[in-house]
Nanobody
Framework: QLQASGGGLVQTGGSLRLSCAAS????????MDWYRQAPGKQRELVAS???????NYADPVKGRFTISVDNAKKTVYLQMNSLKPEDTAVYYC???????????????WGQGTLVTVSS
């Protein structure tokens, strides 16, 4: 239901853009988020975008990362600038979607995409 892409290897200070596309007969995108999990650490919320336009960011990425949602394409993006080695992690997209079939809200996770920032 969610297909993520865009990870890779980048040097410190570089940029990457992650994408995550939702599929299906979606009635409403309620929330689209990005999480990350570094080796040996718990998964943490990086950035969140809610219907209505509210966005939130984890303190370590404020001012460097930008989350955006293209509702027509049912895709969430994470623009990551000024990357640091500590941003190295597997990044996961998450969405809470309502479907035309029943208008109920379902939670979905995309497959992870690895971001590696070299020093």
């Amino acid at each position: 239901q969610l297909q993520a892409s865009g990870g890779g290897l980048v040097q410190t200070g570089g940029s990457l853009r992650l994408s995550c596309a939702a599929s299906g007969r979606i009635f409403k995108i309620n929330v689209m988020d990005w999480y990350r999990q570094a080796p040996g650490k718990q998964r943490e919320l990086v950035a969140s975008s809610r219907s209505g336009g509210q966005t939130n960011y984890a303190d370590p990425v404020k001012g460097r990362f930008t989350i955006s949602v293209d509702n027509a394409k049912k895709t969430v993006y994470l623009q990551m600038n000024s990357l640091k080695p500590e941003d190295t992690a597997v990044y996961y997209c998450h969405a809470e979607l309502s479907y035309e079939s029943d208008r109920l809200t379902y939670s979905h996770w995309g497959q992870g995409t690895l971001v590696t920032v070299s020093s």
